[in-house]
């Protein structure tokens, strides 16, 4: 079974930095992409950021110039570094995987549980 574990995040006052990270574990034959999503209460989860296994990113137009994603292949992790953070940032996020399973080799989007992250003063 694969599972995504999510660690960082938390408190931080406007205009500050947050680094979320987000490992997969598990039975992992590939992972083709990696990315994380945010929402807030009562609102469609929204792409934040996401990376593919050649490296092609896409950005939300609200993150752009304050967010980067790293992925490290080899430890099967992807960062979310976000920097000048706004009250409108505050939501839950959530790392999302696209995964090849090693025992069906069946592909499929697995979610991690999400951590709240909260800008504000």
């Known amino acids: 079974q694969v599972q995504l574990v999510e660690s960082g995040g938390g408190l931080v006052q406007p205009g500050g930095s947050l680094r979320l990270s987000c490992e997969a574990s598990g039975k992992i034959f590939s992972i083709h992409i990696m990315g994380w999503y945010r929402q807030v209460l009562g609102t469609e989860r929204e792409l934040v950021a996401s990376?593919?296994?050649?490296?092609?990113?896409e950005l939300a137009d609200s993150v752009k110039g304050r967010v980067t994603i790293f992925r490290d292949k080899a430890k099967n992790t992807v960062l979310l570094q976000m920097d000048s953070l706004k009250p409108e940032d505050t939501a839950v996020y959530y790392c999302?995987?696209?995964?090849?399973?090693?025992?069906?080799?069946?592909?499929?989007?697995?979610w991690g549980q999400g951590t709240q992250d909260t800008v504000s003063s």
């Open positions: 990376i593919d296994s050649a490296g092609n990113e």
């Open positions: 999302n995987g696209g995964i090849t399973d090693h025992y069906r080799l069946a592909y499929k989007t697995y």
